[in-house]
């Protein structure tokens, strides 16, 4: 562990989890050293298993910074919950603000996410908005994260506790196997304890736009284990976010594309089955253009739409076996 420890009273302790991308926690450690406003803070590091080389570069970047700061090492990938865990455990700070590595926050990010905690609220989120640096990369399978108002996730990119509250709530829970949903639990436990958040529009982060990829959002589905989870610990969730059934519409509309496909193949010379597929698949097709980012021709689209069918159905075969594994019906 590199660490400075003759340094002045802290009023921040800014928590990052990272796995193989040195690259990104450069750019991370640069918009941090620019940080506006008389804010004391230090930076805790924790890199959860990477190779040697990427381990060297960490520590050649923490040698570099400015600021105070903290570069810890799992000898095992343990995921982020365990990452963030050992973060804030080592902090010094009664505040902990999370980020993530592929973030870069605004030079006003920090001040701005302290000046609400001293408001009326017990933790707070700030805005994520995507990187304007990325905007090449927008497309069908690009993939970012967009938190323009308080929607219920609390995502880790932009979030602020005092650490008292994450002792109380012993942190994240690390039974949580992929990197999502151990955020939305640990605020709504928080919230189930009266704790009251706050949002602040001012603490603005920009979130890389992973560049369009249909291998990687087909990997990415299995990640939907940890909604499930999540929903199951709250089962409020269900109503907070208006889902009965169905998680997105286009989920509800790819198995309905399944299901009349599988009826033409049935009896094939059917016209009125023939209709019933053609408007279901129309329909699906003009769901899928309003959540996914759009590509460059319109044409393409007659490529996307099949592709995203392949998205949907996995991401709701995940959903199925993850609502057997929890018992928590969520599609």
Not at 120 to 137: E, R, S
């Amino acid at each position: 562990m590199a660490s400075r420890t003759d340094e002045p009273a802290l009023d921040a302790s800014v928590v990052v989890a990272t796995r193989e991308r040195p690259e990104l926690v450069a750019r991370l450690l640069d918009a941090l050293a620019a940080q506006e406003g008389d804010v004391a803070f230090e930076v805790v590091v924790v890199d959860d298993g990477s190779s040697p080389t990427a381990w060297v570069a960490l520590q050649r970047l923490s040698a570099a910074f400015p600021k105070p700061i903290q570069l810890l090492r799992q000898a095992e990938p343990g995921g982020p919950a365990r990452a963030r865990n050992a973060g804030w455990r080592a902090a010094r700070s009664p505040v902990v603000c999370f980020t993530d590595d592929d973030c870069r926050p605004e030079p006003a990010w920090l001040g701005a996410l302290l000046e609400a905690m001293r408001g009326d609220a017990d933790f707070v989120q700030g805005c994520t908005l995507p990187d304007p640096d990325d905007a090449p990369n927008r497309g069908p399978w690009s993939r970012t994260v967009t938190v323009p108002y308080e929607q219920g996730y609390y995502e880790t990119c932009n979030i602020a506790y005092p650490r008292e509250l994450l002792e109380q709530l012993d942190g994240f829970d690390e039974s949580f196997r992929f990197p999502f949903g151990e955020d939305v639990d640990l605020a709504w436990r928080a919230r189930e304890r009266g704790y009251r958040p706050a949002f602040s529009l001012a603490a603005r982060v920009r979130h890389r736009v992973w560049p369009s990829d249909y291998r990687a959002a087909l990997r990415n589905v299995r990640r939907y284990e940890g909604l499930v989870h999540a929903f199951a610990n709250h089962p409020q969730l269900r109503g907070h976010f208006g889902v009965r059934v169905f998680f997105r519409p286009t989920h509800s509309w790819a198995l309905g594309t399944l299901a009349a496909s599988a009826a033409v193949a049935l009896r094939p010379r059917s016209a009125i089955r023939a209709v019933v597929w053609v408007v279901v698949v129309l329909r699906y097709a003009w769901v899928v253009r309003q959540f996914r980012p759009k590509p460059e021709l319109r044409t393409q689209w007659l490529v996307v739409v099949p592709m995203a069918l392949g998205v949907d159905v996995g991401e709701v075969a995940v959903l199925a076996r993850s609502s057997i594994r929890y018992r928590f019906l969520l599609l």
